[in-house]
């Protein structure tokens, strides 16, 4: 299995940008087509973005197509969502996960693995 923590959340008024990591350690990163995830308060957890084992595919969230960026080191065994032009319905707790299903993975019950999540709010 993998463990996994993300960090680089915060607080950033509206058009600006934040770079989530998330830090897997355990089994072979590589293995994992990995995804982010976003639960605002009183809402249920939504699909942010995703990308396939290699990092060569990846899928968005139409509402952050061209502002989110979803990338993956294999060798520091770390994932990354890039956030520009953040608006203020971009505040959420943000997740990484991991899943053993191939390709570009989008159904939230397909992940295995979730980190504990960190806080984004954005400021109108």
């Known amino acids: 299995q993998v463990q996994l923590a993300e960090s680089g959340g915060g607080l950033v008024q509206a058009g600006g940008s934040l770079r989530l990591s998330c830090a897997a350690s355990?089994?072979?990163?590589?293995?994992?087509?990995m995804g982010w995830f976003r639960q605002a308060p009183g809402k249920e957890r939504e699909f942010v973005a995703a990308?396939?084992?290699?990092?060569?595919?990846?899928y968005y969230l139409d509402s952050v197509k061209g502002r989110f960026t979803i990338s993956r080191d294999n060798a520091k065994n770390t994932l990354y969502l890039q956030m520009n032009n953040l608006k203020p319905e971009d505040t959420a707790v943000y997740y990484c996960a991991a899943t053993t299903s191939y390709g570009v993975v989008v159904i939230i019950n397909e992940y295995d693995y979730w980190g504990q999540g960190t806080q984004v709010t954005v400021s109108s």
């Open positions: 355990g089994r072979a990163f590589r293995t994992y087509a």
């Open positions: 990308i396939n084992w290699s990092g060569g595919s990846t």
